[in-house]
């Protein structure tokens, strides 16, 4: 097993990013990526107005802290503009039947990416990724990215970097499991969401930074990849990945209502 592990380049992704995050979890994983010189992908919503992702004060030097982080090597997505879900469109990548994007037309879609673009630029922060709230997006909003300057979006299925039909953005994509570690996959990232973590699912987060330190690359390497044209079979095997996706998503909603999590 483990020498199928030596290969595979890890990136780093922790999503939901926001002034009123659980700053508790963020720093206590934030102590171990300081240990393990980590550089992972934040994905910062420009102008959050989810309450779901309110769980502590707000941080009022958020954007300094972003602008440090960036400085110290952190790479910046935008994630989403208000994380606010207004279809229950599903998009490409059908993890979750609702989307910010996937279903609003392109006035719309425009509107909302110049707008994070916007608060980005005035904090001063550079963003080449995107990655869209739950996951949705369709080919408006890649169209849409692509010219307001997003070179690549941080989703999907696949074993190396790569282009869709008709579209210059490139997808890092992300694992669903372990066998993303196996051979075959030059690249995967490991995707975190820390507001809802417990004690010990940070610990399985620590537990697996510290078990993979050896694979696990500065996100902005990611950047250097070449890309490939995504085959048919690879874009059936995207199509199931979602569907684990959304239903490991669901068995975890319905734990957390139980207060299992
Ligand atoms: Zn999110």
């Known amino acids: 097993m483990p020498h199928k592990n030596i290969m595979t380049k890890i990136g ?9 995050m659980n700053w508790n979890n963020f720093y206590k994983i934030q102590k171990v990526m300081d240990e393990l010189s980590i550089k992972p992908l934040l994905g910062v919503v420009p102008d959050n107005r989810d309450d779901n992702l309110k769980v502590d004060t707000e941080n009022k030097e958020f954007w300094n802290w972003i602008r440090k982080s960036q400085e110290n090597g952190y790479c910046i997505a935008m994630h989403g503009y208000q994380h606010l879900y207004k279809t229950k469109r599903a998009g490409i990548f059908p993890v979750n039947h609702f989307s910010e994007f996937a279903g ?40 849409i990215l692509s010219q307001q300057g997003f070179q690549y979006i941080s989703d999907g299925y696949g074993k190396h970097v790569y282009t869709r039909k008709d579209s210059p953005i490139k997808f890092i994509p992300i694992m669903s499991g372990e066998e993303c570690l196996g051979e075959g996959y030059e690249l995967t990232t490991a995707v975190f969401h820390l507001n809802t973590c417990d004690r010990n699912m940070l610990r399985n987060c620590e537990m697996f930074l510290r078990k993979n330190q050896k694979n696990i690359v500065p996100y902005s390497d990611f950047f250097r990849y070449e890309s490939g044209l995504q085959s048919v079979g690879e874009r059936m095997e995207e199509l199931l990945l979602a569907n684990r996706l959304r239903r490991k998503m669901q068995k975890r909603r319905i734990a957390r209502r139980f207060g299992r999590n």
């Open 12 to 20: 780093i992704r922790f999503d939901d990013i926001t002034p009123t």
């Open 104 to 143: 609003e037309n392109a006035v719309l879609q425009n509107r909302k990416i110049l707008a994070g673009k916007k608060i980005f630029d005035k904090y001063g922060v550079n963003a080449n990724v995107f990655m869209a709230p739950g996951h949705s997006f369709d080919k408006t909003t890649i169209r």
